[in-house]
């Protein structure tokens, strides 16, 4: 191997996410101490950690504005979320997270799996499973979302999706890959 972890100390931990600084040493036995921040949730022995989900409903898609705190601002995603240890499948958990975050369905058969990505390799320990849900539907009528920083719902047509793709700094890394490939 060019580079081992030579040491890991766990810093911090939250409900969801361990934090480490590792020391590496390369194949020449230099180290560089403390200089690798890594993240990754306590599912992380799963292959894939998370889901991002692009709901598709009659000919527009479905985005979240979400406050995120890291950047100070508001921005458009699709629905997502860990994966859980009880999730039987990768397509179960995508089903789950897309009811849970914006109350729509869909049969699995319109559950298309895009890709899997490495969304910051350079500080999380995360693999995220990209599906397009394609003939959602409401699950219940007038259920709404609490989960916190999600001020609204908005759907999106083509045209106003072209226009997004223009502004990529209004999205997240996922919904911009799940928008070009709708």
Do not use: Q
């Not at 081992?4 to 480490?20: G, L, Q």
């Not at 200089?35 to 479905?62: A, C, Q, R």
């Not at 914006?102 to 058969?109: P, Q, V």
């Amino acid at each position: 191997k060019l580079f081992k972890i030579k040491s890991r100390k766990k810093f911090a931990e939250n409900k969801v996410f361990k934090f480490f600084f590792d020391s590496i040493e390369d194949k020449e036995n230099n180290i560089s101490e403390d200089n690798y921040l890594v993240v990754e949730t306590h599912n992380s022995l799963k292959d894939t950690t998370g889901v991002s989900i692009l709901p598709v409903v009659d000919e527009s898609v479905l985005l979240i504005n979400i406050y995120r705190h890291a950047i100070n601002k508001e921005i458009l995603e699709v629905p997502r979320g860990f994966m859980e240890k009880t999730d039987p499948s990768i397509k179960f958990a995508a089903l789950r997270e897309l009811e849970e975050e914006t109350n729509l369905s869909c049969d699995k058969k319109d559950l298309i799996f895009k890709h899997s990505i490495y969304p910051e390799p350079g500080i999380l320990r995360a693999k995220i499973a990209l599906f397009i849900a394609n003939n959602c539907y409401p699950k219940e009528v007038n259920v709404t979302n609490s989960e916190f920083g999600h001020n609204s719902y908005r759907f999106f047509s083509k045209k106003e999706v072209f226009k997004l793709l223009k502004s990529p700094e209004k999205l997240d890394t996922t919904t911009y890959i799940l928008l070009t490939h709708w």
